[in-house]
Structure formats: structure tokens, C-alpha cells
């Protein structure tokens, strides 16, 4: 994979990413894909919001709830099958291009935007 063509530093500004805490996660066995549905906090401001993630290889429902994310939240909202995902949950992809989701190395307040 190549490094994608040069962006101005407003371009990098306008994606809003935000940490969120895990607060629910449950199976979506309704997606295409296997999935889990997210609620993740966001704090006061944003509040809880909710998200897919294709991250069944790595992580369980109840291995993820408490956990730190990193999501994108001024995307639109995206219908997936019978759900309506709010935020983009960012990850990497390990040496199988399985799901890594990632979050901060060390306990941050919610709602932190990436910079």
C-alpha cells in the first residue's frame, strides 16, 4: 500500500476523531460481514453513539466494553443492514488485515479529539 497523495493540514482538521469509551457491545449476526454493534461515550458533548465494527477475529463483546477508542464522528450516518452506524471505529489492520482497533496507551477523558 502506497502513502496516499498530500493534504493540506485543513483537510486533516476537518475529520473530527474523537476516544470514546466501549459502554455496550453486543453480536450483529445480521451484518454481512461478522460485526459487533457499538454504544460508545463520547462525553458530555457528543454524547453515546453508536457504530459496527468488523472486529470479530480480535475481540469479543465482553472483552470490548470499557475499552478506549478511536472514532471518526462527523461522518454521516451509515445504514448497515437493520442498523444505523453513527461513527466510524478506527483500527489497523494486523499481518492477516484482521482488525486492530486503536485507542489511547494510557486512560483519557472522553471526547478528546485527536490532534
Given at each position: 500500500m ?80 437493520p442498523?444505523?452506524?453513527?461513527v ?12 486492530v ?15
Open positions: 502506497s502513502i496516499s497523495k498530500p493534504i493540506a493540514y485543513a483537510d486533516f482538521e476537518a475529520v473530527d476523531i474523537r476516544v470514546g469509551t466501549v459502554v455496550a457491545a453486543e453480536p450483529f449476526p445480521e451484518a454481512r460481514k461478522p460485526a459487533i454493534k457499538l454504544r460508545i461515550d463520547f462525553g458530555a458533548e457528543i454524547g453515546v453513539k453508536k457504530s459496527s465494527a468488523q472486529v470479530t477475529d480480535h475481540y469479543t463483546p465482553d472483552a470490548l466494553v470499557g475499552r478506549q477508542v478511536a472514532a471518526v464522528v462527523n461522518f454521516p450516518p451509515r445504514q448497515i443492514g442498523f444505523m452506524s453513527e466510524l471505529t478506527l483500527g489497523f489492520p494486523d499481518a492477516d488485515g484482521k482488525v482497533l486503536i485507542g489511547p496507551g494510557l486512560p483519557v477523558p472522553d471526547g478528546g479529539k485527536l490532534f
